[in-house]
């Protein structure tokens, strides 16, 4: 097992374009968190999945960002019409039932320019 | 979940025992203390978690006070690579449950 993939590992965007983000995670885990981190915080709840259900969502995630789990598997984040605020690392983690650690990717970093 | 404080910044001599405090004054009764630490430009990682009882684990111990009000994460041989932002964070064991981190203690192994 290789851990919590997630793809790009950086990227730079424009202001107001769109940009997607994806996340594996640990093949047998069932529930897949994304979290956002700006510079010197720490880690924020955005959204969480149960196998291709999205079961919570925190305040944090406006209506520009959407995220999918098709299938149960990989998930993906996707913002639209970026704005310099979103610019932070995103994270995506992993666990499965009765596992009570949650295992985390590299991040995403985004820069909005 | 209860909120947690912890110092911003603790630096630890290499080798030494490094012993970082948090407090949890609001801790409910099913709430357990998780930590948790991220190194630079790498995602969190788990490092032990405990209700009431004292933990130890590969990685650390983790002693809980009686009243379990405060903790501490205790590395007892520091190296450089202990170099990391520590998170304490109280959670309800529950499917699903989210992870609520604070701020975190930045610690520094200096040789």
Known sequence: DTGVSQDPRHKITKRGQNVTFRCDPISEHNRLYWYRQTLGQGPEFLTYFQNEAQLEKSRLLSDRFSAERPKGSFSTLEIQRTEQGDSAMYLCASTGSGIYEQYFGPGTRLTVT | ?111
């Not at chain 2, 609001?26 to 009882?53: A, C, D, F, M």
């Not at chain 2, 650390?60 to 304490?88: F, G, M, Q, W």
Request: contains cysteine; neutral net charge.
């Open chain 2, 1 to 111: 979940d209860a909120k947690t404080t912890q110092p911003p910044s603790m630096d630890c001599a290499e080798g030494r025992a490094a012993n970082l405090p948090c407090n949890h004054s609001t801790i409910s009764g099913n709430e357990y203390v998780y930590w948790y630490r991220q190194i630079h430009s790498q995602g969190p990682q788990y490092i032990i978690h405990g209700l009431k009882n004292n933990e130890t684990n590969e990685m650390a111990s983790l002693i809980i006070t009686e009243d379990r009000k405060s903790s501490t994460l205790i590395l007892p041989h520091a190296t450089l690579r202990d170099t990391a932002v520590y998170y304490c964070i109280v959670r309800v064991e529950a499917a699903g449950n989210k992870l609520t981190f604070g701020g975190g203690t930045r610690v520094l192994v200096k040789p």
